[in-house]
């Protein structure tokens, strides 16, 4: 069974750092790129950041540049996400999603994980 | 960036009429839009991607259209399942992707 498993979110302070996880199995994961995408409570879907299969091409929202920073590791079929500097804005349900195009760069996203939760308060 | 524009943001529909949902893109996105479906609780699934393609498992009376920066998803008639929020996304501007604002199809 193709399966994406987010970890990692929990409660954090205004201006610290937290690191998310979504392990993959059930499909070769290093012949796609793979991406986060985050919902606010009650709000609509933001794609945040996305990562070719090789870690060649990365891009991020414009609402978190220079502030997160995505990465995989295809031996461990893992994927990450480094959240620094956060903000109470960043509060949201985080899935990591799979493309849907094997090695492309463009495609729609075919699988999701359920996601996992980051609320940033004080 | 490229900014999803989705009309209307709530649409009233009674079971076993059609719906018409609207996606623009700022700019052109040829036709790079996916639509997804995300019920309460749920992660979102994908419906259509290349404007136009049914993905696997999608029943029939779920179909897209549009080229450019106009898109249409029409449920030909709607059944209780349907009820949920509906996101159009371009794909087209890799690494940037952006998702519309959705829209709630609701029972009338």
């Known amino acids: 069974e193709v399966q994406l498993v987010e970890s990692g979110g929990g409660l954090v302070q205004p201006g610290r750092s937290l690191r998310l996880s979504c392990a993959a199995s059930g499909f070769t994961f290093d012949d796609y790129a793979m991406h986060w995408v985050r919902q606010a409570p009650g709000k609509g879907l933001e794609w945040v950041s996305g990562?070719?299969?090789?870690?060649?091409?990365?891009g991020y929202a414009d609402s978190v540049k220079g502030r997160f920073t995505i990465s995989r590791d295809n031996a461990k079929n893992s994927l990450y996400l480094q959240m620094n500097s956060l903000r109470a804005e960043d509060t949201a349900l985080y899935y990591c999603a799979k493309d849907y195009y094997y090695d492309s760069s463009g495609s729609p996203f075919d699988i999701w994980g359920q996601g996992t939760m980051v609320t940033v308060s004080s | 960036e490229i900014v999803m524009t989705q009309s209307p943001a709530t649409l009233s529909v009674s079971p076993g009429e059609r719906a018409t949902l609207s996606c623009r893109a700022s700019q052109s996105v040829s036709s790079n839009l996916a639509w997804y479906q995300q019920k309460p609780g749920q992660a979102p699934r994908l419906l259509i991607y290349?404007?136009?393609t049914r993905a696997t498992g999608i029943p029939a009376r779920f179909s897209g259209s549009g080229s450019g920066t106009e898109f249409t998803l029409t449920i030909s008639s709607l059944q209780s399942e349907d009820f949920a929020v509906y996101y159009c996304?371009?794909?087209?501007?890799?690494?940037?992707?952006?998702f519309g604002g959705g829209t709630k199809v609701e029972i009338k």
């Open positions: 996304q371009q794909y087209n501007n890799w690494p940037q992707l952006t």
């Open positions: 990562i070719s299969w090789n870690s060649g091409s990365i």
């Open positions: 290349g404007a136009s």
